[in-house]
């Protein structure tokens, strides 16, 4: 049988364009010229803000505030959720292969500092398992945004929870993350929203990923992570300048479930996986 981590992936990992070898060039000129439009600043503390109010919350942990929301295209499809992803974490890590005014973290840029990392021998099995990813629409995950992180000489950790119980441990493992960098003040003087410095969290699930921002404990014991989906466009208060959003009153819970993802949808899951930034 072949070796499990050089077998060739399909269409179920990689998604429908599994086997190709460059996307359409209008795409590909696309993603390269895009602008900023895609880019929402100042969303955490819209988020504390509409947090403070809901009276159902024990105690909530938040993300570092300048964490960037980046949501797709309309042109560009359900394939690049994973750069997006990762676009996101290195904005809100600052790191300088985001601000390079020379070279703007593009798909196409992402793609080819994941094959340098390949080059050097990180996560290389990832290149034999999807054939090559420069310049295609093939789906990219956690290995391949853990290859990137440590090619930069970004400290990161993944972990890898399934089996029934997957939902319980991935919420743990997020809860511990964003909470241990609160241990040094007096839990009961915290507040019941918590704001933290740590980077957001990348998620895998099955077909898709997601950036955690924060996670939500109810008075009723049960858990909801907060995340930004790059799949859905910021809901319109969201895209208020943040001095309009702080005077007007928006539906709270509209706009929060745009954001939210709770027990019940996380248990339609049995594997996930995550990479927490050190």
Known sequence: M????????????????????RMPAKLSYALDNEDDRNHLHNVIPKLHQLLTRDSDIDVAYLCRPSAVQVFKTSDEGAHFCGYRNMQMLCLACDLPVASDPQRKLTVSRLQELIEHAWDLGINAHAREQTGGILGSRKHVGTSEAEALF?????PCTGSAFDGKDAWQKLLDSIEHYLSASTTNVVAEKLPSIIPTQRPPIFLQRPRHSLTVVGIERLRSGKRRLLVFDPAWRPPSAMQAPLAEFE????????????YRKNERYLK???AFEVLFID
């Open 247 to 258: 005077r007007a009153r928006w539906n709270d819970a509209l706009t929060l479930a745009r």
């Open 2 to 21: 072949p070796d499990e981590l050089s077998a060739r992936l399909g269409k179920q990992a990689l998604g429908r364009h599994a086997f190709e070898d």
């Open 268 to 270: 339609k899951y049995s």
């Open 150 to 154: 440590l090619s930069l000489n970004v």
